[in-house]
């Protein structure tokens, strides 16, 4: 086969929006992954587009927080106790990058990006023809407890700041929005701004199948055969091996499996989470998606049903699901709206792909001439990934990128 410009490895949300990017380019690109487009973490998420996001979730602020979780009775967070040797250097720096100072220097940081999260989703869905799964409803936190509004006030502050919309509301302001949600909560913040989507598997399958449309060509192979061929990339596929002058590792949570033999070792952490769609008793429903901010859970509209998404897990990444943070929320969940029977036999699991930091890496791996990266979304790989895609492709092809890409750069970690 003839080489390409370029090879983009994953086909979540981050890597498919990116192959598209270049492609609009006028590039010549392979996308590479062993399931179709969108199947893993990119396919479970809330489908909340998070423009409005300031400070990304911390570690917890208050000791009883924190015994909570390490008691096991948090229904925010669990962990696996033979993980957590192997997790403490992560959580410690993560720890570290939780202080309010480098909170706000993560917010200004990350400002660029969030800012044009929506404005490129909006793009690329529309020259997909996927904007019937766009919701511009916004999304509602609700806070059950004082302690728990008051520790937003920062937050909310710097939304002032960044110009980002929103509302506070009581609980009955709420009631007008979603008159199905039970008065069990005393404050509310209405990000009027956001935006979410009724089915993330189906924008990605859109954003592919505009990428092929483009003459893009998406085919099954194994990442982890990438070789350095010396002046240019080479993988094998299930169609032969393919050759590249440039290579995007967009990987997500198996970022790793294909970097660390080629010695680039980033703290890359696992911040795993699980999914259940459920049925709304008698005639209730709910327009857009609402997290229950003490409690640590978010229920979506979807196409499938109620999806209730889960706080986080640390645990290996292929680790067998332990999805038992359900049991901790259902009678909180149940308590706030009138859910009904699981859908599904089983939750579903996906790991998100998270820094210390809570920042991506976006940018040429140091050290490797025309191998690029583009991982560690955390929690906003939905809502980044057509804002990545064009900065990966703006850089790729020398153009001037539309923010300063250093904050996202891997040289930060050395
Ligand atoms: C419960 C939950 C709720 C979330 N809610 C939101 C939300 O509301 N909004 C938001 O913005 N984000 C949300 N997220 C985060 C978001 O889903 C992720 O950040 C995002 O999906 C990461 O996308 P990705 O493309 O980097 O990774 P992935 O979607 O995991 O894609 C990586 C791809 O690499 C492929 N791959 C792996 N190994 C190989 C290999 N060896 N060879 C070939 N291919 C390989 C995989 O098959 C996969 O397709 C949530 C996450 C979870 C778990």
Redesign the pocket.
């Known amino acids: 086969m003839a080489r390409i410009d370029a090879i983009v ?7 498919t929006s990116t192959a598209l990017q270049l492609a609009r380019r006028g590039l010549s690109v392979a996308l ?4 179709a487009p969108g ?4 396919y ?7 423009g409005n996001t300031v400070f990304p979730p911390a570690f917890p602020a208050h000791f009883d927080s924190v015994l909570r979780v390490a008691l096991k009775r948090a229904p925010e967070a669990n962990y696996h106790l033979t993980y957590l040797p192997r997790v403490a250097p992560w959580l410690w720096k993560f720890r570290a990058a939780s202080r309010p100072d480098r909170l706000i220097e993560t917010a200004r940081a990350m400002r660029p990006l969030y800012a044009h999260a929506q404005p490129e989703h909006e793009a690329l869905m529309a020259e997909a023809g996927a904007e019937r799964y766009l919701r511009r409803d916004g999304w509602l936190k609700v806070y059950r407890s004082h302690r728990a509004f008051l520790d937003t006030c920062r937050e909310l502050e710097l939304a002032i700041e960044f110009d980002i919309p929103y509302k506070i509301l009581d609980a009955a302001s709420v009631g007008t929005l979603e008159p199905a949600l039970a008065p069990v909560f005393e404050h509310a913040v209405f990000w009027t701004s956001a935006t979410s989507i009724t089915n993330p598997l189906a924008v990605t399958r859109a954003f592919a199948a505009r990428f092929v449309a483009l003459g893009g060509l998406f085919v099954a ?4 055969s990438l070789a350095d061929a010396g002046g240019f990339w080479q993988i094998e596929t299930d169609e032969g091996p393919l050759d590249a002058d440039q290579v995007v590792v ?5 970022a790793s ?1 294909v970097l660390a033999p080629l010695g680039i070792r980033l703290p890359l952490g696992i911040k795993r ?3 259940r769609h459920y049925r709304a008793t008698g005639n209730a429903g709910m327009t857009r998606p609402v997290v229950d901010t003490d409690i640590g859970y978010c229920v979506a509209p979807m196409e499938q049903g109620l999806r209730l ?2 706080g986080v897990e640390f645990a290996a990444r292929d680790a067998p699901p332990t999805p038992v943070q359900f049991d901790r929320l259902i009678p909180y969940a149940k308590d706030l709206f009138p859910l009904g029977e699981p859908i599904e036999t089983e939750p579903w699991m ?1 790991s ?2 998270c820094f210390p930091d809570s920042r991506p890496v976006i940018g040429p791996a140091p050290g490797w001439p025309g191998l690029w990266l583009a ?1 560690g ?7 980044l ?1 057509p804002a990545t895609g064009r900065l990966i492709a703006e850089m790729l092809t020398g153009a001037t990128p539309f923010c300063d890409p250093k904050p996202y750069a891997a040289e930060r970690f050395h």
Not at 32 to 35: A, G, H, N
Not at 377 to 383: D, E, K, P, S, V
């Open positions: 490895l994953g086909a979540g949300v981050v890597g590479v992954d062993r399931r199947e893993e973490t990119s479970g998420n809330a489908g909340i587009i998070e192979g194994d990442a982890r967009a990987l997500g949570p198996w499996d989470g699980y999914h998404t889960t996906g998100r792909p991982f979304h955390a929690h906003w790989g939905l809502t990934g």
